[in-house]
């Protein structure tokens, strides 16, 4: 069974940072491009940051360019997302997501596999 899961999730003060990991399971991902989308309560699904099978490109939506980096590491199956600087904006539910077309991952919301999400909170 295939699965992706999130973790590192939790509350913290604006300004403050978090590292949100997905560990995959099931098969391996390492030719896969992976991503992290967000969804606050009464908002849409959107993209945050999506990363190519060998890390050699980045995606990020524009606000959080600067304040959020993408990484994986493939020995482990595993994807990252440290955020820094967090705003209460940021606050959301993260997915985690993969596909094996970059475009796929970046420019709609149809990623062949999805986690189940960790919540982040940033309060004011």
């Known amino acids: 069974q295939v699965q992706l899961v999130e973790s590192g999730g939790g509350l913290v003060q604006a300004g403050g940072s978090l590292r949100l990991s997905c560990a995959a399971s099931?098969?391996?991902?390492?030719?896969?491009?992976m991503g992290w989308f967000r969804q606050a309560p009464g908002r849409e699904r959107e993209f945050v940051a999506a990363i190519s099978w060998g890390a050699y490109t980045t995606y990020y939506r524009d606000s959080v360019k600067g304040r959020f980096t993408i990484s994986r590491d493939n020995a482990k199956n595993t994807v990252y997302l440290q955020m820094n600087d967090l705003k209460p904006e940021d606050t959301a539910l993260y997915y985690c997501a993969a596909d094996n077309s970059m475009g796929v991952l970046t420019t709609t919301l149809l990623p062949r596999y999805w986690g189940q999400g960790t919540q982040v909170t940033v309060s004011s």
């Open positions: 099931g098969r391996s991902f390492n030719r896969d491009a």
